[in-house]
């Protein structure tokens, strides 16, 4: 595949995620807390999540170690990261959760899409591209790319801490999540996946990169919508200064 074939096809990604979010703005997707029967034979929670992310795992590795292109220093960096990220999102993060139901139909979809999204974003690295020179490491956009994703994911894992230390065994199954970037947002876990993944399109800045951090806030921003009115709607007494994902703005 040429490179401008490539392209294409990852415009193409782009354009079905934002395609997407008008529906995903209706239809709220029916694992975690909105649970629901009506969208086929259910699994545990804890193997979706194993499969889902997983997928992102394997394939990215897989294409970027197998890819003939020279692997310098930046991109050794850049595999870091994608790992270091889904063996916590596919294994420890799984572990922990309380697990509840999933509809297999969600795994399913979070599986092709970890596929696609681990194929595109490694295929480009182990295939296509052309090697990063070392100087990257110097460059702007790379440091302040590490910045973001280390942010986002310093966000991300914090607010996944207060989560989970809300759903402890013969506790209630869900309260107001408070302290952190909690104060400001209903999901503030969301919000740094978004940030951790605009940081590494900046730092690799390429293509494929970039249609993962659009795909992210595609999903993600509706889904915080959902959960604020969730809490809104569950807990009377729900701050009202809270927004949904952006601090003060969304």
């Given at each position: 595949m040429s490179t401008n074939q490539f392209n294409l096809l990852v415009w193409a990604w782009i354009a079905i995620g934002l395609i997407a979010v008008p529906f995903e703005?209706?239809?709220?997707?029916?694992?975690?807390?909105h649970v629901r029967a009506d969208w086929g034979?259910?699994?545990?929670?804890?193997?979706?999540?194993?499969?889902m992310e997983g997928a992102s795992l394997i394939v990215?590795?897989?294409?970027?170690?197998?890819?003939?292109?020279a692997k310098t220093a930046p991109m050794w960096v850049f595999f870091a990261l994608w790992v270091v990220h889904y063996v916590n999102r596919s294994i420890v993060f799984p572990l922990r959760i309380r697990s509840r139901a999933m509809p297999v139909s969600i795994a399913a979809m979070g599986v092709v899409f970890g596929v696609v999204n681990g194929g595109v974003n490694g295929g480009w690295l182990g295939w296509l591209a052309d090697p990063y020179p070392d100087t990257w490491l110097i460059d702007p956009r790379f440091i302040g790319g590490l910045a973001l994703f280390l942010t986002g994911a310093a966000?991300?894992?914090?607010?996944?801490?207060?989560l989970l230390a809300l759903r402890r065994p013969g506790g209630p199954e869900y309260s107001i999540p408070r302290g952190g970037l909690f104060r400001y947002v209903s999901c503030p876990n969301h919000f740094?996946?978004?940030v951790e993944w605009t940081g590494f399109a900046v730092l690799c800045w390429?293509?494929?990169?970039?249609s993962f951090a659009i795909w992210t806030a595609a999903n993600l921003i509706p889904r915080s919508l959902s959960h604020h009115r969730w809490y809104r709607q569950r807990f009377p007494g729900y701050p009202r200064e809270r927004k949904a994902v952006i601090p003060f703005v969304l």
């Open positions: 703005l209706r239809i709220t997707a029916p694992y975690g807390r034979p259910l699994m545990p929670a804890r193997y979706g999540w194993m499969l990215f590795a897989g294409m970027f170690l197998a890819g003939g292109v966000i991300n894992l914090a607010s996944d801490e207060t740094g996946e978004i390429n293509l494929p990169a970039l």
